[in-house]
């Protein structure tokens, strides 16, 4: 199941067992976010794709205030997007009990190059990712039961990482030529991409939207594992520049926490109902 929800300490939902992802789009836009995506979408806020390793909240909010651009964007904005970030960890946080976390940080414009994909955590890490995107195009998604099996989508996966390496090899050296036909065999594979039952039946998270979503433990990684355990998704391929982070924990501690969802909306095969019987868990 796919859900989405009213509330963000609903994104526990993602703890149930059957659910793939939880979703929780923010209802209004904050001014100092409105100034930072306008910034983004002009280029003068940017942020280096960065990845950090492995981390306790303290050590990425020290991180955070040191590497944080100020170009673009007011120190108010600069500060509220630091906030923004550390309750992003948080969040992870309570999700997966875990101590210590990967930021992975990033301003760019949308390409081909990252398409339908699964993230992957180390062997024993908490199987829930945080996503958050701050503007610009949506995410895309699948539903489990649009793919055919695993093992075919991972047949998928390596094709298409052998034709994005010969773009950017292409591109390296400068073979404007080979780069634009490795761009155009990208583009037509990914239209119909093989593992789908139904090719035309793709969803999207809006962006602005925080998402909890499983993730494959390493060892599952390229095996015809069942297609329920993992969100498969892409980013956008075209669009103007987004701020992204995706953040992973490790070291899960024995956290347990329990609530009474409300308001959980369940996609599931591109369809949406209304779900207000969703029982509490931990």
Request: aromatic share 8%.
């Amino acid at each position: 199941m796919i859900l989405e929800v009213s509330e963000q300490n609903d994104l526990e939902l993602i703890k149930d067992p059957d659910v793939q992802a939880v979703f929780h789009h923010l209802p209004k836009t904050a001014d100092w976010n409105r100034e930072l995506q306008a910034a983004i979408k002009t280029g003068t806020f940017q942020v280096p794709r960065t990845i950090m390793p492995w981390q306790t909240s303290a050590e990425i909010h020290n991180w955070l205030k040191e590497c944080i651009p100020v170009e673009g964007v007011t120190a108010a904005t600069r500060e509220a997007l630091i906030q923004s970030l550390l309750k992003l960890v948080e969040c992870a946080q309570d999700l997966t009990g875990a101590s210590q976390f990967m930021i992975r940080l990033f301003t760019g414009r949308p390409n081909c190059r990252c398409g339908y994909h699964v993230d992957t955590v180390p062997s024993g890490a908490p199987a829930v990712g945080i996503l958050h995107v701050f503007n610009g195009a949506p995410t895309l998604y699948v539903d489990s039961e649009n793919v055919t099996t695993m093992r075919d989508f991972y047949e998928y996966l390596g094709v298409r990482e052998r034709l994005a390496r010969l773009m950017t090899r292409a591109q390296g050296k400068g073979d404007h030529g080979r780069y634009l036909e490795a761009m155009q065999n990208i583009r037509q594979f990914d239209t119909k991409p093989p593992f789908l039952r139904d090719p035309d039946n793709v969803n999207t998270i809006p962006a602005e939207s925080i998402i909890a979503f499983k993730q494959v433990d390493s060892r599952m990684h390229w095996s015809d594992h069942p297609a329920s355990l993992a969100w498969i998704h892409a980013s956008p391929s075209e669009g103007t520049p987004r701020l992204v982070v995706n953040i992973a924990g490790r070291d899960q501690a024995a956290h347990r926490r329990t609530h009474s969802p409300s308001g959980v909306t369940v996609r599931a095969s591109g369809h949406a109902a209304t779900r207000k019987d969703a029982a509490p868990f931990s």
